[in-house]
């Protein structure tokens, strides 16, 4: 069935629809769909002053509520993809999921919901498959910095080299006029931990359906779990769990590699912060998130007084546009693994014939022991650091990642797995450009170094790059 346009931006009034809006229209690779973008909202007049003030007002603008399944069925007939950019998903998001998913057409969103990402894909992946369209949530910041992040970070270990394990760790820098959050980002935590209990039954449900995605086949050991702040030399601040999607997104992805005979890793997801006042602050919040946000009043509280129990981190007005100009972010990644491709000597007892090979006269295995001590032993010998960078993440990146996502879908398809499907956008895309394409847009994906284990545990350097701070407005 034809469709007249190619993308449209649902919510594009809501602060961060708008601005993915205005990205997807100035973007470079956008102007091959100029003509054929549509913006559906609820209130065409309010978007259609908003569109006036930046001499858009050519674009077209359709009247679509999310209570009404109607006007989303026309709305996803129109089109090949949707952004859905109306939050909380888990409850306005699915049924602009479903109205995609009947009609065959396209969809990405921004969500950082695992509850709503995960049961997504466990009522609707098959009917997608049946209708041959493809759907993938968390295509924001929310989780494609640490899905696609891990897959670069994989890559740098070709053949023989096998990937182990990746730990990622996000720093947000914030400007003079310090990092501010939306309420509507407020909005969705809260009612994410206080829907924990529900993912938990999820998980339950899905795995007493036999259809949990399987642990893939992983060498070497999972990286520890911690609890609370430890500061890590590695990143000379304090590191804390992250408690997003990114884990459960990460993971998916490598349960769908592992289940296509490709290498998975173990995975592990950090932020970092760099005083104690800050691990206090952060405890505090923490704290008030498991306690209130599991009881209806304390949701209550928490969404009435957003400053105070976010400690001035979110605000119904969200950040100032010098805020969000000044601030930048960093995930670092430390990926270990095996250089020679064996995980263990058990698994290849070649080591003590390589040891007595190395002892003879002239042999190479010496030369191969020197570049490689810690050949076929059970730990990793291998370590590749590198690095995502962008804009502020929630509403300067997030624009950027969902335009080149779907640009990349719409125009890297048959690359796409078939015949269509729930999936990880690590999943979807895995094949395409998409990581060129952010990197081109300003979301760099750099390698700091690679090392090598040397006898008594540590790694030392044997190739350096240069990872540079990204370029900000007006700098």
């Given at each position: 069935m034809a469709r007249s346009t190619d993308i449209c931006v649902f919510g594009a009034t809501g602060f961060t629809g708008f601005r993915v809006l205005l990205e997807l229209c100035r973007s470079e690779g956008a102007r091959r769909h100029q003509g054929r973008v549509l913006a559906a909202v609820r209130s065409p007049q309010r978007l259609q002053a908003m569109l006036r003030d930046h001499q858009l007002e050519h674009l077209e603008v359709i009247s679509v509520d999310v209570s009404d399944d109607m006007s989303l069925k026309r709305m996803a007939a129109r089109t090949r993809l949707?952004?859905?950019?109306?939050?909380?998903?888990?409850?306005?998001?699915?049924?602009?999921?479903?109205?995609?998913?009947?009609?065959?057409?396209?969809?990405?969103?921004?969500?950082?919901?695992?509850?709503?990402?995960?049961?997504?894909?466990?009522?609707?992946?098959?009917?997608?498959?049946e209708n041959g369209c493809l759907m993938a949530s968390a295509a924001g910041f929310d989780s494609v910095i640490a899905d696609l992040g891990v897959l670069h970070a994989m890559n740098q270990l070709q053949s023989p080299a096998v990937p182990s394990s990746v730990e990622s760790f996000l720093t947000v820098y914030p400007g003079p006029k310090g990092a501010k959050g939306h309420f509507a980002t407020w909005h969705s935590a809260v009612l994410g931990m206080g829907s924990a209990q529900d993912l938990r039954h999820l998980r339950q449900e899905i795995k007493r359906a036999g259809v949990a995605p399987g642990k893939p086949s992983v060498p070497g050991k999972a990286p520890k779990t911690q609890s609370g702040a430890l500061w890590d030399p590695r990143v000379s601040a304090y590191s804390i769990t992250f408690p997003g999607s990114d884990a459960s997104v990460v993971r998916r992805t490598q349960a769908a590699r592992g289940a296509a005979g490709l290498p998975a890793v173990h995975y592990a997801a950090f932020f970092t912060v760099v005083s104690r006042i800050a691990v206090l602050g952060m405890a505090f919040v923490g704290l008030c998130m498991q306690v209130l946000a599991i009881r209806s009043w304390g949701r209550w509280l928490m969404l009435t007084f957003p400053g105070f129990f976010s400690l001035g981190m979110f605000s119904e007005a969200g950040p100032t546009q010098e805020q969000m100009a000044s601030t930048w972010f960093r995930m670092t990644f430390f990926t270990r693994g095996f250089s020679c491709g064996v995980a263990s000597q058990a698994d290849n007892p070649s080591r003590a014939?390589?040891?007595?090979?190395?002892?003879?006269a002239g042999s190479p295995a010496k030369s191969i022991l020197q570049a490689h001590p810690t050949a076929f032993t059970a730990e990793p010998d291998v370590q590749v650091v590198s690095h995502v960078s962008g804009p502020e993440p929630g509403y300067k990146a997030t624009p950027i990642i969902i335009v080149q996502c779907s640009l990349a879908l719409l125009e890297e398809r048959d690359r796409a797995p078939k015949p269509g499907g729930v999936f990880t956008v690590g999943t979807l895309l895995r094949d395409t450009t998409i990581i060129q394409r952010l990197h081109k847009a300003g979301v760099l994906f750099e390698v700091e170094s690679v090392s090598l284990r040397q006898p008594g545990g540590a790694f030392k350097e044997a190739l350096h790059g240069r990872v540079n701070k990204p370029p900000l407005e007006g700098g």
């Amino acid at each position: 069935m034809a469709r007249s346009t190619d993308i449209c931006v649902f919510g594009a009034t809501g602060f961060t629809g708008f601005r993915v809006l205005l990205e997807l229209c100035r973007s470079e690779g956008a102007r091959r769909h100029q003509g054929r973008v549509l913006a559906a909202v609820r209130s065409p007049q309010r978007l259609q002053a908003m569109l006036r003030d930046h001499q858009l007002e050519h674009l077209e603008v359709i009247s679509v509520d999310v209570s009404d399944d109607m006007s989303l069925k026309r709305m996803a007939a129109r089109t090949r993809l949707v952004l859905n950019c109306v939050g909380p998903y888990r409850i306005f998001g699915e049924p602009v999921f479903a109205a995609c998913c009947l009609e065959g057409t396209d969809y990405l969103d921004v969500t950082g919901e695992p509850d709503f990402i995960e049961r997504m894909e466990h009522k609707y992946h098959q009917k997608a498959q049946e209708n041959g369209c493809l759907m993938a949530s968390a295509a924001g910041f929310d989780s494609v910095i640490a899905d696609l992040g891990v897959l670069h970070a994989m890559n740098q270990l070709q053949s023989p080299a096998v990937p182990s394990s990746v730990e990622s760790f996000l720093t947000v820098y914030p400007g003079p006029k310090g990092a501010k959050g939306h309420f509507a980002t407020w909005h969705s935590a809260v009612l994410g931990m206080g829907s924990a209990q529900d993912l938990r039954h999820l998980r339950q449900e899905i795995k007493r359906a036999g259809v949990a995605p399987g642990k893939p086949s992983v060498p070497g050991k999972a990286p520890k779990t911690q609890s609370g702040a430890l500061w890590d030399p590695r990143v000379s601040a304090y590191s804390i769990t992250f408690p997003g999607s990114d884990a459960s997104v990460v993971r998916r992805t490598q349960a769908a590699r592992g289940a296509a005979g490709l290498p998975a890793v173990h995975y592990a997801a950090f932020f970092t912060v760099v005083s104690r006042i800050a691990v206090l602050g952060m405890a505090f919040v923490g704290l008030c998130m498991q306690v209130l946000a599991i009881r209806s009043w304390g949701r209550w509280l928490m969404l009435t007084f957003p400053g105070f129990f976010s400690l001035g981190m979110f605000s119904e007005a969200g950040p100032t546009q010098e805020q969000m100009a000044s601030t930048w972010f960093r995930m670092t990644f430390f990926t270990r693994g095996f250089s020679c491709g064996v995980a263990s000597q058990a698994d290849n007892p070649s080591r003590a014939w390589l040891d007595g090979q190395a002892a003879q006269a002239g042999s190479p295995a010496k030369s191969i022991l020197q570049a490689h001590p810690t050949a076929f032993t059970a730990e990793p010998d291998v370590q590749v650091v590198s690095h995502v960078s962008g804009p502020e993440p929630g509403y300067k990146a997030t624009p950027i990642i969902i335009v080149q996502c779907s640009l990349a879908l719409l125009e890297e398809r048959d690359r796409a797995p078939k015949p269509g499907g729930v999936f990880t956008v690590g999943t979807l895309l895995r094949d395409t450009t998409i990581i060129q394409r952010l990197h081109k847009a300003g979301v760099l994906f750099e390698v700091e170094s690679v090392s090598l284990r040397q006898p008594g545990g540590a790694f030392k350097e044997a190739l350096h790059g240069r990872v540079n701070k990204p370029p900000l407005e007006g700098g």
